[in-house]
């Protein structure tokens, strides 16, 4: 079914007003992110590893040596290795706007390249990340032009205080699922989850994993319900699904960890972030176990970033979505409305015409 491309006179003046309020809300986070004394850095994409959870996909390409000699690179799926490196370095409070590649991940939510906002404050909070994230939404709401965020219907007020609950405390209210009593720190009990997804009704397989069934409870039972009339802050993720988080100092069996949801749509993904190496290493290598089992590949561990993580002082970090944000803040219906140059669709094979 043929489409009038992006880049037709028509469609791009029907594009333009979402895409200058795009520019408003990014040149509004950057000056509020510069008032807070943040340094903007332009950390490069091209690493090692396109970063090590299970279900991330990269782009992976090769670099020609001057020796004629390839080797496997990749683009990173966020800038989290490179910008912690610079903590590392004694950077202390640090932002990017930053391009970042996922793969198989297309649709009204995702495309597979994106603009990413990722920022980090070395002795702080990771609460004061929240706080953070309450004033991006009235920014880009006022920037818009908007009174409230947009979403297939669904509305919410940026200006409102967000509401912050545990994920413990989501699966309960609504899936009726005691998610803790599935989990101890890094160990989880699948079995246990399945039998209790099957006493509510929801179906599962013999060989679901604890992952995929957390995964698969939170999209289709949790996430429709977040972030309606104000913004929603999802709490306390168990330790078996915060890899890069440090463990709650109250409670092991989850992590400083959060995820800010408008709208029903997740916007970021916050950290207390681990600097433990070791354990760092540790989590990585069960993450790409997983991968390997699922998908069967894996990716390299950086051994750099592992390195700089043993220098690097404790620190909050977080990572959002800014494709999302704008398309929320003008209610724009998919993410390619608020992408100057969305990326093209693959042509069918077979398909040589020019």
């Not at 309020?21 to 090692?48: K, S, T, Y």
């Not at 912050?164 to 989880?188: I, N």
């Not at 043993?310 to 390619?336: E, N, Q, W, Y």
Request: net charge negative; glycine share 6%.
């Amino acid at each position: 079914m043929s489409q009038t491309p992006w880049w037709s006179p028509e469609r791009h003046a029907d594009r333009r007003p979402a895409l200058l309020a795009r520019n408003r809300i990014q040149n509004a986070i950057r000056g509020w992110l510069a008032q807070q004394d943040f340094l903007e850095v332009d950390p490069v994409a091209l690493q090692i590893s396109p970063g090590n959870e299970a279900h991330l996909h990269g782009f992976e390409t090769r670099a020609i040596g001057n020796d004629g000699i390839a080797h496997p690179m990749y683009l990173h799926t966020s800038p989290e290795f490179a910008m912690k490196k610079l903590l590392a370095a004694g950077e202390q409070r640090i932002f990017a706007f930053a391009h970042v590649w996922r793969n198989r991940e297309r649709g009204a939510l995702h495309s597979p390249e994106f603009t990413m906002l990722e920022w980090y404050r070395v002795g702080e909070d990771y609460t004061v990340l929240m706080q953070d994230c309450a004033a991006m939404l009235r920014l880009a709401a006022q920037a818009a032009g908007s009174a409230v965020l947009r979403f297939r219907g669904i509305e919410c007020d940026p200006f409102a205080e967000p509401e912050r609950m545990s994920v413990a405390e989501a699966f309960s209210r609504y899936a009726s699922l005691d998610l803790l009593a599935t989990c101890d720190g890094a160990e989880t009990d699948a079995e246990a989850l399945r039998a209790q997804c099957r006493a509510v009704g929801i179906k599962v397989r013999d060989d679901d994993t604890w992952s995929f069934l957390l995964s698969k409870v939170l999209v289709e039972k949790v996430e429709p319900h977040l972030g309606h009339g104000r913004p929603t802050v999802l709490d306390r993720y168990p330790a078996a699904e915060a890899a890069l988080a440090r463990p709650a100092p109250d409670d092991a069996r989850v992590a400083e960890r959060f995820e800010l949801y408008a709208c029903g749509v997740e916007l970021a993904n916050g950290f207390g972030e681990l600097t433990n190496p070791a354990e760092q290493r540790r989590r990585f290598a069960l993450e790409m176990d997983e991968k390997q089992a699922i998908y069967g590949e894996r990716y390299p561990i950086d051994e750099d970033f592992l390195a700089a993580l043993a220098l690097m002082p404790p620190a909050s970090g977080i990572a959002l979505g800014f494709d999302r944000l704008a398309m929320l803040a003008t209610s724009a219906p998919k993410i390619d409305d608020v992408i100057w140059t969305p990326v093209a669709e693959p042509q069918p094979k077979g398909d040589n015409s020019r």
